[in-house]
């Protein structure tokens, strides 16, 4: 079974307008970390934001937020004003916490094609 | 500025030539890893160390091999290449293992294997 799934494989957002990436986790594990990463076309990947298993609080990180839902296991991403540049594929994933046997990585998810018009 | 930094960035190298892509963190991270990310199997991760002289396989380790003799760097070594490790490499790298620690991501190093 996936671990985590993205069910959007590409998404339309115009610009200035808000978007949200869907994102659903699976694990038995009480302690883990969600993670937000985007890789434009150039390759490099970069984080944007975190949400802690424990956090009672949703993440945000300037234009970006994460809408945390612990019950339905669910950590989406949501972009707000959208801008051009934010044309990129987005990933969400995945950092268990049992570290005894576990390898410390991330497991990620196949991702979202956002793409931004003008 | 905070960085995880590899090289090469690009390379076209041929089958049975050994290579090697060097990583290097300015961060003082303990954990260091490698990931392969390709079409359709998306990232997973090849080889990964906890510490200092510690390192261990991760989902896909055949073909690979590491070393972790300081902290600052992992490199990742090819020492046959074969066609099928044409793909998409990063190097990452966070404080530790635990799942609250960001793993931050080098730029990614494009290798093809003919």
């Known amino acids: 079974a996936q671990k985590i799934t993205q069910t959007q494989p590409g998404m339309f957002v115009q610009e200035k307008e808000a978007v949200t990436l869907d994102c659903t986790y699976d694990t038995s594990d009480p302690s883990y970390g969600l993670f937000w990463y985007k890789q434009p076309s150039s390759g490099e990947m970069i984080f944007l934001i975190y949400q802690g298993s424990y956090d009672q609080q949703n993440a945000t990180e300037g234009r970006y937020s994460l809408n945390f839902q612990k019950a339905r296991k669910s950590a989406n991403l949501v972009i707000s004003a959208s801008q051009l540049g934010d044309s990129a594929m987005y990933f969400c994933?995945?950092?268990?916490?049992?570290?005894?046997?576990?390898?410390?990585?991330?497991?990620f998810g196949k991702g979202t094609k956002l793409s931004v018009k003008p | 500025e905070a960085q995880v930094t590899q090289n090469p960035r690009y390379l076209i190298t041929v089958t049975g030539k050994k290579l090697t892509v060097t990583c290097s963190q300015n961060m003082n991270h303990e954990y260091m890893s490698w990931y392969r990310q390709d079409p359709g199997l998306g990232l997973r991760q090849i080889y990964y160390s906890m510490n200092v002289e510690v390192t261990d396989k991760g989902d896909v380790p055949e073909g690979y091999k590491v070393s972790r003799k300081e902290k600052r760097n992992f490199p990742l070594i090819l020492e046959s290449p074969s066609p099928n490790q044409t793909s998409l490499y990063f190097c990452?790298?966070?404080?530790?293992?635990?799942?609250?620690?960001?793993?931050?991501f080098g730029e990614g190093s494009w290798l093809t294997v003919v």
């Open positions: 994933a995945m950092r268990e916490g049992n570290i005894r046997g576990s390898q410390g990585n991330l497991i």
């Open positions: 990452a790298s966070s404080l530790s293992g635990v799942p609250g620690n960001t793993i931050y």
